[in-house]
């Protein structure tokens, strides 16, 4: 059963970056679709990004486009979430998800099945 670890949030300045992490526990990560969710205080949790373990292109929210970009590392069994430019509005619990042997068909909740505890970004 894999599970996911998140690390490298905290708080910046705006207009600063951060980068996020995401470390699977076992290879069953590959031949997955691994996204980054997050939720604002008083807000519903949101799809951020998400990408095929396997090569493919990325996919992005329209909020984070353009200013973050997620990556993966095979031999790590690691996604990363770069992030860029960063806004108040950005601020929120920073989670990794994963859908194990599934397509990246969209960055909607109901399609992962694995979740990582989550790391707080804060920005001001």
């Known amino acids: 059963h894999v599970q996911l670890v998140e690390s490298g949030g905290g708080s910046v300045q705006a207009g600063g970056s951060l980068r996020l992490s995401c470390t699977a526990s076992?290879?069953?990560?590959?031949?997955?679709?691994m996204a980054w969710f997050r939720q604002g205080p008083g807000k519903e949790r949101e799809g951020v990004a998400a990408i095929y373990t396997t090569g493919g292109g990325a996919l992005y929210a329209e909020s984070a486009a353009g200013r973050f970009e997620i990556s993966q590392d095979n031999v790590k069994n690691t996604v990363y979430l770069q992030m860029t430019s960063l806004k108040p509005e950005d601020t929120g619990m920073y989670y990794c998800?994963?859908?194990?042997?599934?397509?990246?068909?969209?960055?909607?909740?109901?399609?992962?099945?694995?979740w990582g505890q989550g790391t707080q970004v804060t920005v001001s």
């Open positions: 998800a994963a859908r194990i042997g599934g397509g990246c068909s969209g960055i909607q909740l109901p399609l992962f099945d694995v």
């Open positions: 076992t290879d069953d990560y590959r031949n997955s679709c």
